[in-house]
């Protein structure tokens, strides 16, 4: 493309020079090549060069040249609005255009890895079109090319088989270290050389398009017979070409593909054998797990008999139980903690070694994707594939035994699961027995305990109301007590009284020493005294009183002697009033004084007596009930006290009684508290029997479903065995058939190649004398162009000096509306990196290629910065 636009700058400026007339620069700042004449025709219509029309024609333009002008700005003006709308398009389409950029630098590596194959492609282009390169960008050189020193070592090791951890060593190292600067260098290499061949192509084109204008040209007549004889030739050669290439492509992409699905197909059998072992090492796990359940249902077993033997030591069992419960999903918990930690660790670092897995497969997919079937089918990775194909059938075979085996031993450990769940089903069902019997019997223990309370309560009750009707009673008889007290005092203080008057009238001064002891007594005697003189008709009832007190008082004395001191008084009353009698007679009214007097103390004496034997019949009349009333109070008194003595002793008693009755009621609250506690630890405990069967049935469920699925991906992996070896048995076969197939086309190929060479050879000789017939041609066109530019500067120069300007300005906007690059088409499309506009024709060649570049000023741009303006 350089080598073309160079050529033709070279060519304006000869034109230019051998003129007289020099070219203006074009608007937008690039040199306009020399517009010929033959060209100008086809604008202006007419093949003529008179003045006449010269002179219209520059009329019309200068007449047009204001609306051609405004219409061109606004075109430009529209264009430039939507160049910017398309620039805000472009930004918004460069960020995402950015975003995917990600995901095709992942992808350039891909296509780092077909370099080698484009670099086959490319020599054998060259071989077959002879063309001359340099030796330093030669494609297949031994020493530089990275697969044939990986072939050639291969075949080195092939030769000894104890050598295979060096081989491995080397391979490593190769993709490791040599890798990366190869595949840089002959990405560099292959892209000059794509240069240059793409340049090689442009000028073949070139010459190709000038060929085939000079076969239209009729002086060419004569050649046209073999020419088109020879096209046609080339064209069934292309064509023949085409279809061998289709071929070998379609088998290589085969090739490729079965390598694909081989190296697959040994990925996902190291997947199936990972996949084996993880279900090896759960299977571990879940007998590691089923024996720790084991042993915590016989430690749960074993507590729980102990819990059976007392409430106490049930409760402390339960507790200790659900320490143990607790100690042991403790441990469990940080067990598989640690265990997904591992895993973890151990899932990152598969992933480091897949992908590490994954570059080297790149790696060495890339260097062996240009190799043949048959060195690819003797190559020792290939053999290496087979034997670990073998390996990994044996492997399957020997994981199907061992798998059989598991399932069997699966088998046992369900029987065994069983025959233990049946075990423990009766044994909780007795345990649970046993609870509810032991629940029975101290609920019936509280039932008792409690109606004993109940009774007791009553009796208790009862026995209060009791007492406070006995208190009554006993203020009662107190009050009555107190008052006979009060009474007994009164008739003490009474009994008293009268003595002393007894003892004042019998002027008795012992007694009356005897009984007044006190002034007070002094004081009352006095009364008594004064009263007597004063009460004179009482003194009968008085003296009956004092001789019924006197002989109350005096209780040991008898009443025969009193009887008897009364008969001897009377009868020395009677013998007292004998003498009285005899001495009336004989003293009478003719007695003395004296004796009157001693008569009339006699008689006062008589007197007195009388009133004493009043009294004293009084005092008896009053003496019996007084003693009746003495003898009744005494009773009463003993009888009192008698009953408040039992009365204390009973309350005693009864004091005894509630207190006993307390300590009972305390005895049996705490008795009931206790079984109370001990029918709470009692359903606590069935409780957690119940939730520690509930769980262990759920973990036995669950123990249940992972072995489903475990066998259920056991056997989707027998499946997805047996149909990757059957599908690796109808690829090898395939492969077998398309490599008999690859040798045929081969055989094809190579008969195609001799006949393309030697048709190359005659096409060569016949393209050599085409050239250099078409460069004579080109040289006398070239020569007849520029004599009739000659002939039209000297037919312009004629023309007057007023016409000139007008032509040049005529001329200038010509070339201002043609495009720079050919300076024959009118301009029509734009590139929007530089803003230089060309021709549609222009722009579709610039198009071809694949590196497009402006005419003008050299600017790389894309299909998308190509737009239609309207001029």
């Not at 085939?212 to 017979?225: F, I, K, L, R, T």
């Not at 007057?800 to 005529?810: H, M």
């Amino acid at each position: 493309m350089d080598d073309r636009g160079n050529r033709k700058r070279r060519l304006a400026e000869d034109t230019v020079t051998s003129g007289p007339v020099a070219s203006s620069t074009a608007a937008n700042g690039s040199p306009a090549p020399f517009t010929p004449p033959s060209n100008k025709r086809q604008f202006t219509g007419s093949g003529s060069s008179s003045p006449m029309n010269s002179r219209e024609d520059t009329e019309n333009m200068t007449a047009a040249e204001g609306v051609l002008l405004n219409f061109r700005k606004e075109a430009i003006w529209r264009q430039i609005q939507e160049y910017k709308r398309e620039v805000a398009r472009a930004e918004d389409r460069i960020i995402r255009l950015e975003n995917k950029q990600v995901n095709h630098d992942s992808q350039i590596q891909i296509v780092d890895l077909y370099w080698n194959k484009l670099l086959d492609d490319l020599e054998s282009l060259i071989s077959r079109f002879s063309i001359q390169i340099d030796g330093n960008d030669a494609i297949s050189k031994e020493e530089g090319s990275f697969a044939s020193m990986l072939l050639r070592k291969s075949d080195s090791r092939n030769q000894g088989s104890d050598q295979d951890h060096e081989q491995d060593q080397e391979i490593r190292e190769l993709t490791e270290n040599a890798i990366k600067p190869s595949v840089e260098e002959t990405s560099v290499r292959s892209k000059d050389i794509v240069l240059k061949l793409l340049c090689i192509v442009e000028n073949w084109v070139e010459q190709r398009s000038d060929f085939w204008a000079g076969v239209d040209s009729p002086a060419n007549d004569q050649q046209s017979s073999t020419v088109q004889q020879l096209s046609e030739e080339c064209k069934n050669t292309a064509q023949e070409f085409k279809k061998g290439q289709t071929e070998i492509n379609h088998l290589q992409a085969k090739y490729h593909q079965f390598t694909e699905h081989v190296l697959r197909l040994k990925n996902e059998l190291e997947m199936t054998k990972n996949r084996i072992r993880e279900t090896e090492e759960e299977l571990d796990e879940w007998k590691e797990r089923l024996r720790r359940v084991e042993s915590n249902i016989e430690r749960e077993k074993k507590m729980s008999e102990a819990g059976a033997l007392s409430s106490q030591t049930g409760a402390m069992s339960t507790i200790s139980l659900l320490g143990d419960l607790n100690g042991t999903s403790r441990e469990e918990l940080l067990y598989f903690r640690h265990q997904a930690l591992s895993r973890l660790t151990e899932l990152e670092e598969m992933r480091a070694q897949r992908s590490q897995l994954q570059e080297e497969l790149d790696k060495t997919r890339a260097q062996f994707m240009h190799l043949s079937d048959e060195k690819i089918q003797d190559s020792q990775y290939v053999k290496s594939v087979l034997v670990q194909i073998q390996s990994a059938r044996y492997d399957a075979d020997h994981y199907r035994s061992e798998v059989q085996r598991l399932r069997t031993e699966l088998d046992d450990m369900h029987a065994s699961r069983r025959r233990f769940v049946d075990t423990l089903e009766a044994e909780e069902k007795n345990r649970r027995a046993t609870l509810e019997a032991d629940v029975k019997k101290l609920e019936n223990d509280i039932i008792r305990v409690r109606d004993s309370r109940d009774r007791f309560q009553q009796m208790y009750e009862s026995r209060c109301n009791k007492d406070e009707y006995e208190m009554q009673q006993n203020q009662e008889i107190r009050k009555i007590a107190n008052t006979r007290k009060d009474r007994i005092t009164a008739l003490s203080s009474e009994i008293l009284r009268l003595q002393t008057m007894l003892t004042s009238a019998s002027d008795d001064p012992m007694s009356f020493a005897f009984y007044l002891k006190d002034p007070q007594d002094k004081e009352a005697l006095q009364d008594l005294r004064a009263k007597i003189s004063e009460a004179e008709n009482q003194l009968a009832t008085l003296g009956m009183e004092l001789e019924s007190s006197r002989e109350a008082m005096q209780q040991s004395r008898d009443l025969e002697s009193v009887n008897a001191s009364e008969a001897q008084l009377k009868e020395h009353v009677e013998g007292l009033t004998a003498k009285l009698a005899n001495l009336d007679r004989l003293v009478g009214s003719e007695a003395d004084d004296e004796v009157k007097a001693l008569v009339a103390t006699v008689e006062a004496k008589d007197e007195v007596i009388k009133r004493l034997e009043l009294k004293i019949k009084a005092h008896k009349a009053v003496q019996a009930p007084l003693l009746s009333e003495l003898h009744t109070v005494a009773n009463a008194w003993d009888q009192l006290e008698k009953a408040t003595s039992r009365k204390a002793i009973d309350l005693a008693q009864k004091d005894d009684l509630i207190f006993k009755l307390l300590s009972d009621k305390t005895r049996q609250e705490s008795k009931c508290s206790n079984l109370v506690r001990a029918k709470e630890q009692s359903a606590n405990m069935t409780a957690v029997m119940k939730r520690q069967s509930t769980m262990q049935q759920d973990q036995i469920r669950r123990l249940e479903e992972r072995e489903k699925s475990l066998n259920q991906q056991m056997v989707s992996l027998e499946k997805e065995q047996t149909v990757l070896t059957s599908e690796a048995i109808t690829h090898k076969i395939k492969l077998q058939e398309y490599t008999q197939l690859n040798s045929a086309f081969k055989e094809k190929f190579t008969k195609q190649e001799e006949r393309l060479t030697g048709l190359q050879a005659l096409l060569k000789g016949r393209m050599d004398a085409y050239e250099n017939e078409s460069t004579a041609r080109k040289h006398l066109l070239e020569e007849a162009e520029s004599m009739k530019r000659k002939i039209e500067e000297n037919a312009k120069k004629s023309e007057g000096a007023g016409d000139s300007e007008t032509v040049k300005q005529a001329a200038r906007y010509l070339k201002l509306l043609k495009c720079p690059a050919c300076d024959v088409n009118f301009k029509s499309h734009v590139i929007l990196r530089c803003m230089h506009v060309f021709c549609k024709s222009c722009m579709d060649k610039q198009m071809e290629y694949r590196q497009r570049k402006c005419p003008t000023c050299r600017e790389n741009f894309g299909a998308k910065d190509v737009k239609e303006i309207y001029l």
